[in-house]
């Protein structure tokens, strides 16, 4: 009798371990998702930004500086990348357009351009969509992060070795109030 009630236990950690790794793998696989669908947009920023330079390079010549950092930093290939990576790169990228767009404001011509102006529409347009696939990927990353952390699922976690993923956090520029000067 203690034999079957013993099995029964041991079956009954099995079947839960199953359900854990289970619910691991498919919200791990919602993480990558999430990545890939904002890695998308990441990219069609990463690919905007050398004509935008540019066109900005074209008027502001006085500028160097911020445009050698962006440069520097498109220096490795953007599919070579790890995810890691790609989410630190493209947060100094968003502190370099945001240089740049500011530069802009120092040249009325500029920012009357066509080639400017198209290109800051689809900035824009991109910004948007990192932002709200930012927000998945965040989502997606927290409800991993905790099921990593929680009793027991933590002991199946730790068991198949299901790493915690980082963020796509908001840098120290984006998090300080906008001034508006009038």
């Not at 013993?6 to 289970?22: E, R, T």
């Not at 790609?86 to 080639?115: C, F, H, R, W």
């Amino acid at each position: 009798m203690i034999l079957y009630i013993v099995i029964g236990i041991a079956i009954l950690i099995v079947i839960y371990a199953l359900i854990q790794y289970n619910s691991l793998v498919k919200t791990n696989n919602i993480v990558k998702e999430a990545f890939s669908t904002m890695d998308i947009y990441l990219k069609k920023r990463w690919d905007l930004i050398p004509n935008l330079v540019e066109v900005v390079k074209g008027y502001a010549k006085y500028e160097k500086e911020t445009f050698t950092k962006i440069t520097s930093l498109r220096t490795d290939s953007y599919d070579g990348m790890s995810i890691n990576k790609k989410i630190n790169v493209n947060e100094q990228l968003t502190q370099g357009i945001s240089k740049i767009m500011a530069i802009s404001e120092n040249y009325p011509e500029l920012k009357a351009s066509d080639n400017f102006l198209q290109l800051s529409h689809n900035l824009t347009k991109i910004e948007d969509e990192i932002a709200n696939s930012r927000k998945y990927y965040n989502g997606a990353v927290r409800i991993l992060n905790t099921k990593i952390q929680m009793f027991p699922s933590n002991i199946v976690a730790n068991l198949f070795g299901f790493k915690q993923a980082n963020m796509f956090e908001a840098n120290a520029e984006e998090k300080n109030n906008v001034k508006v000067e009038s």
